[in-house]
C-alpha cells in the first residue's frame, strides 16, 4: 500500500513539474506560434476567441443541441407510449382484492 502512495505522489509531482517546465523554460516565439494551433499556451484566453466567432456557427450549434434534445424526447416519448400499451389492463374489480388481515 505504501508502493502506491508513494507512485501516486511521483506521478502527480511529475505531472507539475512537467507543467511548470512548459511555462518557464519553452521560448516565447514557439508559444506565439503554437498559441494559434491550440498548444502549448494561450488556451484560457476566450476574448480572443469570441471575437472571431462566427453568429452563424453559434446559432448551428444551438439548433444542432435543439435537434438532439427533440429526438430524444421522441425517443423518451415513444418508448412510454410502449410501456403503457404494454401494461396489463385492471378492472376496476381487481382494485376491491387486496389482503387483508
Known amino acids: 500500500m505504501e508502493f502506491v502512495l508513494v507512485a501516486a505522489i511521483v506521478a502527480v509531482s511529475f505531472g507539475a513539474a512537467a507543467t511548470w517546465l512548459l511555462a518557464t523554460l519553452l521560448p516565447e516565439r ?3 506560434k503554437n498559441a494559434s494551433e491550440g498548444r502549448y499556451a494561450h488556451l484560457g484566453l ?3 476567441r469570441t471575437a472571431e466567432t462566427d453568429p452563424r456557427r453559434e446559432q ?3 439548433d444542432t443541441r435543439r435537434v438532439r434534445r427533440s429526438r430524444v424526447r421522441a425517443r423518451l416519448q415513444g418508448a412510454a407510449r410502449m410501456m403503457r400499451a404494454l401494461r396489463p389492463v385492471t378492472a376496476p374489480r381487481d382494485h376491491d382484492r387486496t389482503a387483508r388481515p
Open 46 to 48: 476566450e476574448s480572443e
Open 30 to 32: 514557439w508559444l506565439d
Open 60 to 62: 448551428a450549434r444551438a
